[in-house]
């Protein structure tokens, strides 16, 4: 089967970093992805992993380690606007259209 | 004009009604997808569409029929459906089937079934 783990929900301070963790459980792996879905919003790509190591891109930054099924999602300097849900995803065959999704991580930032 | 277009945004049906959801995308990728999201549960895919051939149904109901008849549109007929069918259907679109890349997705259906 396939099966992906996130935290549900997470509170964090303007201006602090937070750590979003996801692991999973997949028949395959043909890379790992995470999104930014606001409230009534459509999902939108942050990033893409296949290879271990980290992928930064701005103040967002994600790790990946495929023999530990594990990958955060690393966000510096915290916005208000950064208040969303964040969906980890993974492909787990090669033809890249199969994608399963974690429950996805709630995240509120404070003043 | 964006890349991915749901219609209609919010949709309240009876469960005797048909209905139909319709997507476009004008990014001119070859595959396009249906995903139901429900409250606290993940994405769930329902089709996958590849160059207009179905290559994935995740065994979804009969009352929901999905029709591709081009690359850029897609549409998800919905008949006699139940209250548990009440969610937001999203739909995405990817470059290429073989081609790992990111789903575009639309703003969604919201769908509620009295």
């Known amino acids: 089967g396939q099966n992906i783990d996130q935290p549900t929900e997470m509170t964090a301070t303007e201006g602090a970093i937070v750590q979003i963790n996801c692991t999973y459980q997949t028949s395959g792996f043909n890379g790992l992805f995470w999104y930014q879905q606001h409230a009534g919003e459509a999902p939108t790509f942050l990033s893409y992993n296949v290879l271990d190591g980290l992928e930064e891109k701005g103040r967002f930054s994600s790790f990946l380690s495929r023999s530990k099924g594990y990958s955060y999602l690393l966000l510096k300097e915290l916005q208000m606007k950064d208040s969303a849900s964040y969906l980890c995803a993974v492909s787990p065959d090669n033809y890249g259209q199969n994608f399963v999704f974690g429950p996805g991580t709630r995240l509120s930032v404070l003043p | 004009e964006t890349g991915v277009t749901q219609t209609p945004r919010h949709l309240v049906m009876g469960m005797t009604n048909k209905k139909s959801l319709k997507c476009e995308q004008h990014?001119?990728?070859?595959?396009m997808y249906w995903y139901k999201q429900s409250a606290k549960k993940p994405l769930e895919l329902m089709f996958v569409y590849s160059l207009e051939e179905r290559v994935e149904n995740n065994s979804v109901p009969s009352r929901f029929s999905p029709e591709c008849p081009n690359s850029s549109h897609l549409f998800l007929h919905l008949h006699t459906l139940q209250p548990e069918d009440s969610a937001l259907y999203l739909c995405?679109?990817?470059?290429?089937?073989?081609?790992?890349?990111?789903?575009?997705f639309g703003e969604g259906s919201r769908l509620t079934v009295l």
């Open positions: 995405a679109s990817s470059q290429d089937r073989g081609v790992t890349g990111e789903l575009f």
């Open positions: 990014l001119g990728h070859n595959a």
